[in-house]
């Protein structure tokens, strides 16, 4: 069974910095790229960032760029998000999501972790 | 970027009535378009993707059609367990992969 345990959220400062992690099991985590997609309390879906299978491909969503940083540990079948100069706007359920194939299709769906940004 | 304009954002519907989701993308996505379900304890699933192929697992009683800039899910007879979030996603083209923003149904 495909699990996505998505850990490390919680309150911290505008400014400050925090780092997300997704523990994934049930697939080989090598073979798939990965995503972090988003939802602001009460909003939509935003998609944050994504990465290829061996890291060769790495994007970022304007939002974000510059401020977060994706990665990943094959050998230990993790998903990062570190995340800096947090801002009130990155508020929000923070999910981890496997991509399904080629094409940008997101077949699995972690939890979501909460990531609150107030002083 | 391509926006996704999702119609209505609620619809109060009754148990087996057919219902029609509607996405409209700010251009042309070439069938590029994915939809997923959102229950209300923040479960996301997938259940169609590239327009119309159904996820392994989902119900026959949802499908999904469009072409160009129109788009559109279709739960046939709604069952309990279908009342949530409905989201759109477009993947034409490099990132940013843009959701619409949400139709929740509602039991009337």
């Known amino acids: 069974e495909v699990q996505l345990v998505e850990s490390g959220g919680g309150l911290v400062q505008p400014g400050r910095s925090l780092k997300l992690s997704c523990l994934a099991s049930g697939f080989t985590f090598s073979n798939y790229g990965m995503n972090w997609i988003r939802q602001a309390p009460g909003k939509g879906l935003e998609w944050v960032a994504s990465?290829?299978?061996?890291?060769?491909?790495?994007y970022y969503a304007d939002t974000v760029k510059g401020r977060f940083t994706i990665s990943r540990d094959n050998a230990k079948n993790t998903l990062y998000l570190q995340m800096t100069s947090l801002r009130s706007e990155d508020t929000a359920l923070y999910y981890c999501?496997?991509?399904?194939?080629?094409?940008?299709?997101?077949?699995?769906w972690g939890q979501g972790v909460m990531v609150t940004v107030s002083s | 970027d391509i926006q996704m304009t999702q119609t209505p954002s609620s619809m109060p519907a009754s148990l087996g009535e057919r219902v029609t989701i509607s996405c409209r993308a700010s251009q042309g996505i070439s069938n590029y378009l994915n939809w997923y379900q959102q229950k209300p304890d923040g479960t996301i699933k997938p259940l169609i993707y590239?327009?119309?192929n159904l996820q392994s697992g989902v119900p026959s009683r949802f499908s999904g059609s469009g072409s160009g800039t129109d788009y559109s899910l279709t739960i046939s007879s709604l069952e309990p367990e279908d009342f949530a979030m409905y989201y759109c996603q477009q993947y034409d083209s490099s990132p940013p992969w843009t959701f619409g923003g949400g139709t929740k149904l509602e039991l009337k």
């Open positions: 999501a496997r991509r399904g194939g080629r094409t940008p299709y997101f077949d699995y």
């Open positions: 590239y327009t119309s």
């Open positions: 990465i290829s299978s061996s890291s060769s491909y790495i």
